[in-house]
């Protein structure tokens, strides 16, 4: 993209690599169902994971066949599912059009807003703080969309010091959807895999990390109060903050490998 720069008190010209953004809308059975604001790749894990995470369907075998429909005005992602599934899901149907990865917008109840995560995580493996940390260091080399723009988030699972899949996309909840997709469509196992997130953690990002099946989550900026409510409920570690000089631990800090007790409190007190 063409730009004009002023940069050490001179003004120069040239060009920068920006982030592809486009409205994709999410067809279900030929009714639309969501319209979000996302990056063109990786469609069908996008779709795949939202249908799983928004509860439209529970695996990938219940999508009967997945369309890639380019239009005028931005990109079809057209699913065929059973017709009872189809119905469930337009009782709760809910339209996202506006704000990048816009996350509770349109919802039509209190409750559907805090509804209960999806799965309540029991195990999950056992990191160590330095596992964590060099997984969150090692993220940054597996984005080159947000090498070269600057402008996107990253969702990455991470397993035994490597990792194993990793998705960007403009939005959050966008990159977390077609990690999740990803996953389900490649039969990933997940249980003892660590989720890393390069975005601030919010409740609907808990409740899309709990239907991913794995226990410990990692994000580089804080979490909110609904965050730490929605994840301590599943079970989850919520692992936050994560900066090259350590991180915090909200909920379920027993699923740490310290390697000394913790200072200035109990064990239970954030384990729970």
């Known amino acids: 993209m063409q730009r004009r720069q002023w940069r050490s008190g001179a003004a120069a010209g040239g060009t920068r690599d920006v982030a592809v953004e486009t409205p994709v809308a999410i067809v279900v059975n030929a009714t639309t169902f969501v319209v979000m604001l996302a990056s063109p790749a990786d469609l069908a894990d996008f779709a795949t994971g939202f249908a799983i995470s928004e509860g439209i369907v529970a695996v990938p075998d219940d999508i009967e066949s997945i369309d890639i429909v380019v239009q005028p005005g931005g990109i079809e992602v057209r699913l065929w599912i059973a017709d009872a599934l189809a119905r469930a899901a337009q009782e709760r149907r809910r339209r996202l059009a506006g704000p990048t990865g816009c996350g509770l917008c349109g919802i039509e109840s209190l409750t559907e807003a805090n509804r209960p995560p999806v799965a309540c995580v029991a195990h999950g493996p056992v990191p160590t703080p330095p596992e964590i940390l060099a997984a969150m260091a090692g993220l940054s080399a597996l984005q080159p969309i947000g090498a070269a723009t600057r402008a996107v988030h990253a969702a990455a699972l991470w397993r035994r010091g490597a990792p194993l899949l990793v998705r960007e996309d403009v939005g959050r909840h966008n ?95 954030i384990a729970d």
Do not use: C, N
Not at 201 to 222: D, F, N, R, T, W
Not at 241 to 261: C, K, L, Q, T, Y
């Open 175 to 269: 990159a977390l959807d077609k990690l999740i997709g990803a996953a389900r469509r490649g039969g990933v196992p997940t249980s003892d895999a660590m989720l890393l997130l390069t975005s601030r953690v919010s409740i609907e990002m808990i409740q899309k990390a709990s239907s991913l099946g794995a226990a410990v989550v990692v994000a580089v900026s804080a979490p909110t109060s609904l965050a730490i409510d929605t994840a301590t409920a599943a079970g989850l570690t919520l692992v936050a903050v994560a900066r090259p000089d350590g991180f915090e631990v909200f909920s379920r800090a027993d699923r740490i490998d310290w390697p000394e007790p913790i200072s200035g409190a109990t064990p239970d007190s």
